[in-house]
């Protein structure tokens, strides 16, 4: 179970997650033993991971697109296998609804998505249908701010 100290940790390395234990343990008035002790719980534990997320688009990747699929259900599976070694591919998972997955494609241009539909999507049989949209603007990512996610815990103990 996390307490409130696990918690301004996550919060503070979600600031930075290149931040030094030792001006973390500063901040929160504990020993710097402390925080290591507790990142090394929340890393083993599989709650946090310290990574470098690029920006796609200074990247070259200037176009970001949501595909909806429809897929024979005795196959999702296998489709799933197919589609997460894809390196266009950047998010998948099983939804609920009009679509049974949903996957987040990056692409450089609209040419290279549209070769990725045409060569890769449509090369798997078991994708009965697609719908394809195509992010104008990303206002808010999923790992672009993540704060609220601890608040509301934070505040859901007290």
């Not at 920006?55 to 799933?80: D, E, T």
């Not at 997460?84 to 450089?108: C, H, N």
Request: glycine share 6%; no cysteine.
């Amino acid at each position: 179970m996390l307490d409130n100290l696990d918690l301004n940790i996550i919060q503070i390395l979600e600031e930075d997650g290149r931040q030094r234990f030792v001006d973390i343990a500063a901040r929160m008035g504990v020993a710097e033993g402390t925080i290591r002790k507790r990142v090394k719980k929340l890393l083993d534990g599989n709650i946090i991971k310290i990574k470098a997320y690029p920006n796609p688009k200074r990247l070259g990747f200037n176009v970001i697109a949501v595909m909806g699929l429809q897929v024979q259900m005795s196959a999702l599976r296998h489709v799933a296998q197919i589609l997460e070694a894809k390196p266009s591919v950047q998010w998948l998972a099983f939804v609920t609804g009009r679509y049974d997955m949903l996957a987040l494609v990056i692409e450089k241009t609209t040419e290279d998505l549209s070769r990725f539909i045409e060569r890769e999507i449509s090369a798997i049989p078991s994708i009965t249908k697609t719908e394809t949209f195509i992010n104008l603007d990303v206002v808010k990512g999923l790992m672009s701010n993540t704060i609220g996610l601890i608040e509301s815990l934070k505040t859901a103990k007290r």
